[in-house]
């Protein structure tokens, strides 16, 4: 078998799709994107395809090395999410041609299901205690949210006041026992996260999200000392190599990385074997597609310390569409009881619309995260 050809497919609301065509019909889906970078991604996607062409597609361990070493510049998130997206497909034609799901063909799961939570509010976090009830009422155990909007490097106290106003709002209207996970974004800066971090402590949470940035993470260590609060990180780290640091840390309590960034199944399955030998708990990150989930559900089906796994199902990006539109399996994603089941079909064990992602690339998109600014008008961390 050997690979032929690869197509793109900017389609909305902010997504890109690989398919990956081999000549026996087999074909493979992956999902490589950036959000606000796709055109970006994409070009990377198809220089990295003059390697790909009329190789094995079952050669997916080779192929990787070869498209992460071979062009002596390496890493990042336009290289290695194009090559995650590319590397979900291989996966899925491998599943397919065995007529196995790729969790099989990595050893096995672990479990058949898994918990999920689900996003409320939007950006900025406003109005939410409404839906935080609704999203518990349809099953879901966990929630997650913006838990504040931009903060200068040193900010004044009405801006904590209103964040702590927030998530006690939330705690009061869905009780004691519902996770919260309070998703800084990135926004906050270590002169605020380390009393934002202290401020949200008695609402019990279930994790704090990028309290600082990625490139901040030396920050951690006193954020760390201000609560018990576990640590998420990781979703603007692109391999094993980025994870290596903040595991050997220790400041982190879950690993983040994205199916769609961080090189695909091949590179999540070794980040989430790193982390658990440091006991470090594991919750892919995948506010995007159908593609981008089903790769992270085969990932959570092999790997014992994945304990939740974020979704995009009616999240305030998906305007036009949402990710149970471009399939026609649409059971697949089976929700209940707050879980998610691992898919058991060949591959990813989605069957992408093909036909609907053709007419929806038409339209395609220009997805940009808006640009916020300070009372000062120097630009803000959105």
């Not at 919260?180 to 008695?202: N, Q, S």
Request: aromatic share 8%; hydrophobic share 40%; with cysteine.
């Amino acid at each position: 078998m050997k690979i032929t050809k690869l197509t793109t497919y900017i389609v909305p609301p902010r997504w890109l799709f690989v398919k990956v065509e081999t000549d026996e019909g087999i074909a493979g889906w992956g999902e490589p994107v950036v959000e606000g970078r796709a055109l970006t991604v994409e070009a990377a996607v198809h220089e990295l395809s003059d390697y790909l062409v009329g190789k094995d597609p079952l050669m997916i361990e080779d192929h990787w090395q070869v498209m992460y070493r071979a062009g002596f510049y390496r890493g990042g998130a336009v290289h290695m999410s194009a090559l995650a997206g590319i590397d979900q497909a291989l996966w899925d034609i491998k599943g397919k041609a065995y007529g196995q799901p790729i969790h099989a063909l990595l050893g096995g799961q672990v479990r058949d299901r898994i918990k999920v939570y689900s996003w409320i509010g939007g950006d900025r976090p406003s109005d939410v205690a409404n839906n935080a009830r609704e999203v518990v009422a349809r099953g879901f155990k966990a929630i997650k949210l913006n838990g504040c909007e931009e903060m200068q490097i040193v900010d004044t106290w009405d801006k904590v006041d209103k964040a702590v106003a927030t998530i006690a709002t939330i705690r009061e209207a869905i009780g004691p026992h519902v996770g919260i996970g309070v998703d800084f974004h990135g926004r906050v800066h270590r002169p605020m996260a380390k009393v934002l971090a202290k401020e949200l402590e008695p609402f019990k949470l279930m994790f704090i999200e990028e309290p600082v940035l990625s490139e901040n993470r030396e920050a951690l260590k006193e954020i760390a000392n201000h609560c018990s609060t576990p640590i998420a990180l990781g979703e603007r780290l692109f391999s094993r190599w980025d994870f290596k640091s903040v595991l050997s840390d220790g400041y982190v309590d879950i690993l983040q990385p994205d199916l769609s960034h961080a090189g695909g199944i091949t590179e999540c399955r070794k980040i989430a074997a790193m982390a658990e030998a440091y006991d470090v708990a594991l919750a892919p990150h995948c506010p995007l597609g159908p593609i981008a989930l089903a790769a992270c559900l085969q990932v959570d089906a092999v790997s014992y310390n994945a304990f939740i796994q974020e979704q995009s199902l009616g999240i305030h990006y998906n305007q036009g569409n949402d990710i149970l539109d471009y399939i026609s399996n649409k059971e697949v994603f089976h929700y209940a009881d707050g879980f998610v089941s691992i898919p058991q079909g060949p591959g990813l064990g989605v069957e992408v619309d093909e036909a609907y992602v053709i007419e929806r690339a038409k339209e395609g998109h220009r997805w940009r995260n808006p640009v916020w600014r300070h009372a000062d008008s120097s630009v803000a961390e959105w």
